[in-house]
């Protein structure tokens, strides 16, 4: 059963840190793009972070270029998600989730076809 489980999620001040992660099972987890997206009140989902089955190559949202940076270690099935410089605007459910490939936009939504439950990330003073 394919399962994506997110964690690390939590509040923090502006200008804080948090590091989610992201662990799957029951798929060929070293063959998948993963990719990070998240989803505030009364907005769209949008993509946040994606890296590819190696981790050779990654992508970002023009929100958090320079503050975020994705990872992945196979090994232990899990991609991580680094926030730095956190901002209030972050304040959202972030959800992974996970493909076998896609086609021109790495991050496009429309290729993810697994995703996990999310995880609460709230950034207030």
């Known amino acids: 059963q394919l399962q994506l489980v997110e964690s690390g999620g939590g509040s923090v001040q502006p200008g804080g840190s948090l590091r989610l992660s992201c662990e799957g099972s029951g798929f060929t987890f070293e063959h998948s793009i993963i990719g990070w997206f998240r989803q505030a009140p009364g907005k769209e989902r949008e993509a946040v972070s994606c890296i590819n089955d190696i981790g050779s190559k990654t992508k970002y949202g023009d929100s958090v270029k320079g503050r975020f940076t994705i990872s992945r270690d196979n090994a232990e099935r899990t991609v991580y998600l680094q926030m730095n410089s956190l901002k209030p605007e972050d304040t959202a459910i972030y959800y992974c989730?996970?493909?076998?490939?896609?086609?021109?936009?790495?991050?496009?939504?429309?290729?993810?076809?697994?995703w996990g439950q999310g995880t609460q990330v709230t950034v207030s003073s």
């Open positions: 989730a996970a493909t076998l490939a896609t086609r021109g936009d790495m991050c496009g939504l429309e290729w993810y076809d697994s």
